[in-house]
């Protein structure tokens, strides 16, 4: 395990923007795997096993913010850091990510060393917390 | 009514009299004109005189018989021809006074004492006794003695038989007067009462007449009131309005609320009950959230509440006590289609400070509801499609303007930083826009904590100071002498002074000034931050507008300033939900003067509840 790089799935309706998280994954030193929507997050999970989430919170099918919940509520994936990344910023949005569960929730436009920069901060804090409480 | 008075002179109204008795009285002479009275004596007396004429009764003494005659003759005519009627009573009293006068000089005249023509003298003297008072007895007792005596003291040859005669032919006569009168004046007295009575009746006839007329009016005033009152509730087709007894039973059901709530009115008044209207769970919610302590048990609106069913105690809110309850709620139709409404509760004015009932006026808020939801609908699309578009422009322009491997020459980072800038306008306009949208929905709070008002002031200094430079704005602050720290959302704060701040810079010409001061005033306990240019100004006119949405001054347009006219009411909404105010004074091409007051509360008294919060 420890000789693969960490690996973050990012799940964005919008190609674009999918590049750009990877570049702020790959800047992060980590792996990037690259989904489109909600519903292939919940697939891919399983079989990727990945260190971190980035989940866009509208996507069409399964949004961010029911894909944050679903993996939450399974023990598998309970405590894996999760990162929403959304256009909406204001105060109840946020906060409906909170309820939700994430680790941290990310306003559009983010910028690419700024992202980088919180992955790392968001897998360490999960990787130390984690590791010390479960 | 006759149209002479009787005897007497009745002071009033007189009673109707029967045949018979009008016929009784006028043979006494008791009744009709003058004239009238006088017929039956007059007769009498002519029947006497033809008496006179024959053997049986001699003639002794021509002259008083004659003059006897004449003298009745002329009261005749006189009763006949002069309109003696008018006179007073004691004044037509002389007529049967002379009468008596004739009586005594036809008995000189026909024998003196032995006379037979004596009882004549019963008729005047009847009618001089049949009135009221003492007057008409007297005169006649009076005049009786005289007339009978008087013959007597004349004619020394009567004899002591005869005198004893004439004398009790006066008292019988005298005694006759005093019974007629007393007769008389008792009769009069027993039919004033009953005049008077009939007065009475007739007064409190004509009363009850009058309230009759005045409760008629009364009640087509009331009914007039109620038909206006009711055709203004007919009138009413927007609104339903529903008005009910003090228990929730429908007695008022408006066209209106027919439309609404899809019901005819002969179905609703009478059985319904208010809340039969309602959604049932909304009425439960309502009155657990007004009486915590009845949460968890099992309730349905018709549960016995505090003396009503629960689900009324929820409608009628704070109604129930007098004051204004207006609540937003969901009617349920018969075909189960359900209306959001707002609802206004009323209570209804009793006479006695009951409750006579209430009034529901219920405004369909569907269309209200779907365009404030179109509105958000928007407000978020328009947040995440110009955001997601924007952000994969700004990320990949950083990623251009950093990459390290490949770098760009000097120009095309200029090139690439126009971009960058405009992009970055781009996105402080949707935000902006979010903001404002925010803001008219009220769903805008702030996220307080303890903040230097100074520092804040001087970051948007700090971050505006180059573009004041590259518009050769002389950018100057005025610190303040003491720490000022407020209880603040520092984010939007700082917003609120780089909306000022630009706007100043923006509107000031090459070669001004801005100058932003700070002031506080522990007496008044605010602290005040102004933002002074030396710029285009403000027409007058316009400053009222200035915090309308997408306002601009015609100084902004006329100069080509570019601007949304969204910063001016982001401004002030934040400062208003700090509690604060802002002021403007301006004069156009003078310059503006922006004062934003915020609440504070000194540090050296109560410093703390300036940051304190719950």
Known sequence: MTDRPLRVLVADDEADLRALVEVAVRRAGMEAVLVADGDAVLAAVAAERPDAVVLDVSMPGTGGIEVCARLRADPATADLPIMLLSAAVHEAAVQAGADAGADAYVGKPFGVRDLAERLRVLVATRAAGGGGDD | MTDAPPTVAAPREELPLTARQSLALRMFGLEGS????????????????????????????????????????????????????????????????????????????????????????????????????????????????????????????????????????????????????????????RADAVVALSQVQETLLAQTREDAARLRVATQRLRESRDLANSVIDAVTEQAIVGTDPLGVVQVFNPGAERLLGITRLEAVGGRHVIDFHAPAELVDRYVAMHPEAAGSLLEPRSPGDGLPIGFEALLGAARTGAAEVRDWTYVRPDGRTVPVSVAVTRRAAHAGEDSGYIFVATDISQQQESSRLKDEFVSLISHELRTPLSSILGYLELTLDDEENPLSAEQREYLGVVERNANRLLALVGDLLFAAQVEAGRFSLARSPVSVGAVVAESVESLRQRAVTGDVELRLEPLAEEVELDADRVRLGQAFDNLLSNAIKFTPPGGAVTVGLSSDAAAGTVTITFTDTGIGIPEAEIPHLWERFFRASTATGKAVPGTGLGLPIVRAIVQAHGGTIDVRSTVGEGTTFAVALPWSPSGTDGDAAVTRP
């Open chain 2, 34 to 189: 003058l004239f009238q009275r006088q017929l039956p004596f007059a007769t009498g007396f002519v029947v006497a005189a033809a008496f006179s004429l024959t053997p049986a009764v001699p003639v002794t003494d021509p002259l008083p018989a004659l003059l006897s005659v004449v003298l009745v003759g002329l009261l005749v005519a006189a009763t006949l021809l002069l309109p003696l009627d008018r006179l007073p009573p004691a004044a037509r009293d002389v007529i049967p006074v002379l009468e008596i006068v004739a009586v005594a000089l036809l008995r000189m005249g026909t024998g003196g004492a032995e006379s037979p023509f004596t009882v004549l003298t019963f008729l005047p003297v009847v009618q001089l006794a049949g009135q009221r008072g003492r007057r008409g007895p007297t005169v006649a007792i009076v005049l009786t003695l005289l007339g009978v005596l008087g013959p007597w003291f004349l004619d020394s040859g009567a004899t002591p038989i005869e005198l004893a005669r004439a004398a009790f032919v006066a008292v019988v006569v005298s005694i006759t007067a005093v019974a007629v009168n007393v007769l008389v004046v008792r009769a009069l007295g």
